[in-house]
Structures are given as structure tokens and as C-alpha cells.
């Protein structure tokens, strides 16, 4: 009669072993997603420091606070073409009034006027910028989420620039690499960055 029970309670302990480490995986997965797509570069000083646009203001507050911590004497910010009726005016202007009110000189930032429509174009943008100058590093802001394909990004189109590039996450952002999961606004945002990290890596053009 013993014997007759042993391949069930090996069956079920097989399955127990197989769910638990399934279980393992999802949150290992689920925890680690946040922190693989934050990147988070040692700041140095830098020439400038490039906010990229969208998001909220928790980017143009990085910037504000990285000014004031000294690590660069200026700020450059894109143009979208975005207009914000109910201020009245572009958002571009406006993120420069966020910055004046935060404590930054008007004549440390500087606005590249050409619209950019993605991240791709702010790049390329910022380095016609800053070409024939003398340039060395640039501090890249943005959300936490967006950092790892900014790095892709921005590696591919400052490749043989000379320029060094420091990306970093608004460390004010909604978005907690530890804790997105939380909220459904966390999750729509992580599996879309992913989505599109994965379109950019395999559709890559290198410059």
C-alpha cells in the first residue's frame, strides 16, 4: 500500500517545485523590469546639460537641480511644436519659465528651435548643436523608464562625435524602478518602453 503512494507524492512535490520557481521567475522578472530600464550614469561636470522633451516637470526640475550642484553652466532644451492652449503658449517656453523660476539664468539656456518629433531627432538636433564647439560631455535628463533606450539612442547617433554622454533619470519622477508594478500607470509605461526598446534594437540604424 506505501509503495502505491510514492509516484503521487513525487508528482505533487515535481509541481509544487515547478509552480515555486515559476513564481520565482514572474517576480523576478516583474521586480527587475523597473531596473533594467533605469540607467543611471556617475555624474561629472559637463558643458551642458540636454532635458529632452515630454513627461512632466520632474525632467525640467533634474535639470534645475543639477544646475544648481554645479555640474554644468548651461541648459539646452528641444522644440516639439507643441502649444499649450490653456497657457497660451509653446511648450517650449513655458519649460523655459519652469527653469527661470527654478533659479536658472535666461541667458544659460538655450532652445534648439528646429521641432524634433522623437528622441531620434533630439539627438541628431543636439549634436549639430554642439558640433565645431567646444563640447566634451553632455548630462541627458530624462524619466527613469525612457533612460536605457535613450542610452541606445543617443550612443548611436553621437558615435565618433568625441562627445561623452552622461544619461540620468529625474530622480523626482513618478516612476520608481522598485516599485512601478504598483500602478497601472507603471505598468502601461514599462511594457510600452519595452515594446519600443525592442522595435529600436532590431530596426537600428547606426549613424
Known amino acids: 500500500m506505501v509503495e ?8 505533487y ?4 517545485i515547478f509552480v515555486s520557481l515559476v513564481g520565482l521567475l514572474i517576480i523576478f522578472l516583474v521586480y527587475g523590469s523597473g531596473r533594467i530600464l533605469t540607467v543611471a550614469d556617475p555624474l561629472t561636470r559637463a558643458d551642458a546639460i540636454v532635458v529632452l522633451s515630454g513627461g512632466d516637470d520632474s525632467r525640467l526640475l533634474e535639470a534645475i537641480n543639477l544646475y544648481r550642484e554645479n555640474f554644468a553652466d548651461s541648459i539646452i532644451l528641444t522644440e516639439t511644436g507643441a502649444f499649450l492652449s490653456e497657457y497660451n503658449t509653446t511648450y517650449s517656453r513655458e519649460q523655459r519659465l519652469v527653469l527661470i ?6 541667458t544659460a539656456i538655450q532652445v534648439i528651435g528646429t521641432h524634433a518629433a522623437s528622441t531620434r531627432e533630439e ?11 567646444d563640447t566634451h560631455t553632455l ?3 530624462t524619466d527613469p523608464f525612457h533612460t536605457l533606450r535613450t542610452r541606445f539612442i543617443w550612443e548611436d547617433v553621437f558615435k565618433d562625435s568625441g562627445v561623452e554622454l552622461i544619461i540620468r533619470p529625474s530622480r523626482s519622477s513618478w516612476y ?13 509605461y514599462t511594457l510600452n518602453e519595452f515594446g519600443k526598446l525592442a522595435v529600436y534594437l532590431i530596426t537600428r540604424v547606426p549613424e
Not at 4 to 11: D, F, I, L, V
Not at 123 to 133: E, F, P, Q
Open 4 to 11: 502505491k503512494h510514492k509516484p503521487r507524492r513525487t508528482g
Open 139 to 141: 548630462i541627458v535628463v
Open 13 to 16: 512535490f515535481s509541481c509544487l
Open 101 to 106: 523660476n527654478g533659479g536658472v539664468p535666461p
Open 123 to 133: 539627438a541628431k538636433l543636439v549634436r549639430t548643436r554642439v558640433a565645431n564647439t
Open 176 to 188: 520608481k524602478p522598485e516599485t512601478w508594478w504598483m500602478s497601472t500607470a507603471g505598468w502601461k
